[in-house]
């Protein structure tokens, strides 16, 4: 007696190429578990599609004709919800949609090489399918309504659909912020989030303020072609000052850093970014969120506060067992707010986790740790 199949995942891809959905297809139905169950060329194909074939996972090219894939997924993630993967170009412009498509509830993206030729597209065959696999075991929820106004994203897609905005820079402050003596201490906050970690970050960041009084450090798990866009998005959603990290520059409160991607940021004893782009991965991680947190836990002692937010993986874990152990304090989100839960959960299991909080009590936690510890710090240090 032979055992019967398992239940395979089926897939919804949205591409406006016929070559690049048969490319996909092919990738798809290939695997054993994976199944294509419908095409569509474009984004109002994709709504239509998603709601009579209730696909476990869609994939979304973004620049389509008639309603492209940004307005798709906003629409999907409003009314329909639904895992997406993102596949698109990794051009500036390409980049940038891709970063609001995630900020809306996109699980992950993958990146089309330069030609998207059939043989160029099987050189990210292994990440495509390990990133459509992993989406389409997610639970997802509405989380676009909110997110598609403040992103200027129309829900219902038309020809005359006003294009999106091009991210800008936030105005700068009035006055860069003190360079911090290297005896001197006060509160760094480190973020560590992968997937799903777009949308989770603007979350908390609309809490942050120019005058908050502690330096944070983002390291999110993210190529480096998107970081320089991403630190541009971020600044429109919140008041602290937003930058990708410099290398040799001071670590100083009220700015908060992006860790350029391809690159593992330290935080040196003296106080200053040190970025390694040399080293490649270290635990299969680049960025590597465990390099962070160590080098913060023997920066900031007991003024050190990690964050574990959603991802896959057990990246965070070590560098928060640095954290606690070196006095700081160490938080992690639930389960029930995780996209996908792996981080906080190795996290956790190394007993150095503080509170465990769904991420809309997230903020507050870290405010009120940071509030506690500037009372604490030196006069000059806060």
């Given amino acids: 007696?032979?055992?019967?199949?398992?239940?395979k995942f089926r897939v919804l891809v949205v591409?406006?190429?016929?070559?690049?959905?048969?490319?996909?297809?092919?990738i798809f139905n290939a695997d054993e578990m994976l199944q294509v169950i419908g095409h569509a060329k474009d984004g109002r194909e994709a709504l239509v599609l998603a709601e009579s074939l209730k696909p476990d996972v869609i994939t979304m090219d973004l620049n389509m004709p008639h309603m492209d894939g940004l307005q798709a997924t906003a629409q999907i993630m409003t009314t329909n919800p639904r895992p997406i993967v993102i596949v698109s170009s990794e051009s500036k412009e390409g980049a940038a949609s891709t970063l609001k498509a995630l900020e809306l509830g996109a699980i992950d993206f993958v990146t089309k090489p330069s030609s998207g030729i059939d043989l160029d597209m099987q050189s990210v065959k292994d990440e495509?399918?390990?990133?459509?696999?992993?989406?389409?075991?997610?639970?997802?929820?509405?989380?676009?309504?909110?997110?598609?106004?403040?992103?200027?994203?129309?829900?219902?897609?038309?020809?005359?659909?006003?294009?999106?905005?091009?991210?800008?820079?936030?105005?700068s402050p009035s006055a860069t912020p003190a360079v911090i003596p290297a005896d001197m201490r006060f509160p760094v906050v480190v973020l560590a989030a992968s997937t799903g970690g777009p949308a989770t970050v603007m979350r908390l960041a609309p809490g942050f303020t120019k005058d908050f009084p502690a330096a944070v450090i983002l390291v999110q798990h993210m190529p480096a072609a998107f970081t320089t866009q991403y630190a541009l998005q971020l600044a429109e959603f919140t008041g602290i000052r937003v930058k990708e990290a410099e290398s040799?520059?001071?670590?100083?409160?009220?700015?908060?850093?992006?860790?350029?991607?391809?690159?593992?940021?330290?935080?040196?004893?003296t106080g200053r970014m040190q970025l390694d782009a040399t080293t490649g991965r270290i635990d299969?991680?680049?960025p590597n969120i465990d390099v962070t947190m160590e080098s913060v836990a023997a920066f900031a002692g007991a003024m050190g506060i990690g964050v574990v937010l959603t991802g896959m993986?057990?990246?965070?874990?070590?560098?928060c067992r640095a954290i606690k152990s070196a006095g700081g304090y160490?938080?992690?989100?639930?389960?029930a707010s995780s996209v996908i839960f792996g981080m906080p959960a190795e996290a956790i299991k190394t007993?150095?986790?503080?509170?465990?909080?769904?991420?809309?009590?997230?903020?507050?936690?870290i405010e009120k740790r940071v509030l506690s510890l500037s009372r604490l710090a030196p006069v000059g240090a806060r």
Avoid: W
């Fill in 1 to 7: 007696m032979t055992t019967p199949p398992s239940k």
């Fill in 15 to 26: 591409d406006d190429s016929a070559f690049m959905r048969k490319v996909l297809e092919s």
């Fill in 128 to 171: 495509l399918l390990r990133k459509v696999r992993v989406a389409a075991k997610v639970r997802v929820v509405r989380t676009a309504s909110r997110l598609a106004a403040q992103l200027h994203v129309p829900t219902q897609g038309s020809p005359n659909a006003t294009p999106l905005p091009v991210a800008r820079p936030a105005a």
């Fill in 248 to 269: 040799n520059e001071s670590i100083a409160p009220g700015t908060f850093y992006i860790c350029p991607g391809g690159q593992h940021l330290r935080v040196s004893p």
């Fill in 284 to 286: 299969g991680y680049l």
């Fill in 313 to 319: 993986g057990s990246d965070g874990a070590r560098g």
């Fill in 330 to 335: 160490v938080l992690a989100q639930d389960e």
């Fill in 351 to 365: 007993g150095s986790v503080d509170q465990t909080l769904g991420i809309d009590d997230i903020y507050a936690a």
